[in-house]
């Protein structure tokens, strides 16, 4: 690499790390907070989540009308469930209010804000900084692009001059000192959590640019599909209740692990249902199902594995941004990646802190001319 390149790249590393590392370790850590959530929520909240499972499921119009006499005044966007017997339904409100129901009996247990509480207080945090979607949203995004940015000239300004030092360049140095350790240790957990920390933006950056979310599909030469339009329904014009939709849906989707419907706006007609299949290959693997919500017509089904390679490809980065993209393992890297942004943070400011500025010409005329002969 020329020297006036990675003397580039090294500012440019620096002046970036300075300009956003302390929002990078705030969505970095709040983040970390929400990798475990579907293991902790559960406990955590703990009434929302108890159920009697018993030998048939209430049906879904008794969930939503127990919903809206337990919590009145709330409009609803769509209810989830899950095929498991101990998971309980979940209707969201267009106030992002979420009622927490027993699939079994109907009964509801509870209700929870999605960014209030433990968890949700972090998702706000990691998505908008708790500034609200419209400037957060964009404060994150750009934080994202710029942590993406320090990454990449990080990974290379890192690569050895010669492959024999990759091994001595992926070791902790313990014999170095002072500002040589910390600029080791930076470097060393830099290459080890670059890769990881690398498609964390470049997954999450999907969710929050339309722009991005449209190039991953034209990067795979697909096109993103649109929902099917029918004519407005009139106030005359009865729909058929949840529960028969949900019943012609499980004819074409007739096992799955989770599903969520979208409830029809008034005057619409076209219903939405996505369905995790069973042994789909990671929990946001959608297959898609429109139906027409007045006669119970298939008006478009397609399942996951027969969507187009922009589909499955922005769902997987969905998936793996959230920590759900390979089990266990993932969470278990993610963690380690998202709490070594702080100690990135630490050790790089710190080892710039502690450099000793260059020596100026009338120093080095100085040191010079008092030398011994």
Not at 31 to 42: D, K, N, Y
Not at 104 to 109: E, L, M
Not at 210 to 236: H, R
Request: charged residues 15%; glycine residues 8%.
């Amino acid at each position: 690499m020329a020297p006036s390149l990675r003397r580039f790249l090294v500012q440019f590393h620096l002046c970036a790390g300075l300009a956003v590392g302390g929002l990078a370790v705030v969505i970095a850590l709040a983040g970390a907070v929400l990798i475990f959530r579907p293991q902790l929520e559960r406990h955590v909240y703990a009434a929302n989540f108890a159920v009697s499972p018993g030998a048939t499921r209430a049906p879904l119009d008794l969930l939503i009308e127990n919903a809206a006499k337990a919590y009145p005044g709330r409009s609803f966007n769509f209810i989830r469930f899950w095929s498991a017997p101990d998971q309980p339904a979940l209707i969201r409100a267009s106030n992002n209010d979420q009622i927490y129901l027993d699939p079994w009996n109907g009964r509801v247990s509870g209700m929870q804000n999605r960014y209030h509480g433990i968890f949700g207080r972090a998702e706000d945090i990691h998505r908008f900084l708790g500034l609200g979607a419209t400037w957060g949203k964009q404060i994150v995004g750009a934080t994202a692009v710029v942590f993406a940015l320090i990454i990449m000239t990080g990974l290379v300004i890192w690569i050895p001059p010669a492959w024999r030092l990759v091994r001595t360049a992926l070791t902790f140095n313990r014999r170095t000192r002072g500002r040589a350790r910390l600029l080791g240790w930076h470097r060393t957990l830099g290459a080890w959590a670059g890769l990881l920390l690398i498609l964390s933006p470049l997954t999450g950056l999907a969710l929050i640019y339309d722009w991005y979310k449209n190039g991953v599909y034209v990067l795979t030469g697909s096109t993103q599909a649109t929902p099917p339009e029918l004519p407005s329904a009139d106030s005359s014009m009865p729909r058929l209740p949840i529960s028969e939709l949900w019943s012609r849906s499980r004819q074409l989707m007739p096992e799955y692990e989770s599903a969520q419907i979208y409830l029809p706006a008034p005057g619409k007609r076209v219903m939405e249902i996505w369905v995790v299949e069973t042994g789909a290959p990671h929990p946001h693997a959608r297959s898609y199902l429109y139906l027409d919500a007045a006669t119970g017509g298939v008006l478009r089904h397609t399942p996951y594995l027969e969507s187009s390679a922009g589909h499955r490809l922005f769902h997987w980065m969905l998936a793996w941004h959230l920590g759900q993209a390979g089990g266990l393992a993932t969470q278990i890297l993610l963690l380690i990646a998202m709490l070594s942004v702080p100690a990135l943070a630490v050790t790089g400011i710190w080892s710039r802190l502690r450099r000793k500025p260059a020596a100026t010409p009338v120093a080095q005329k100085r040191e010079a001319v008092s030398a011994p002969p």
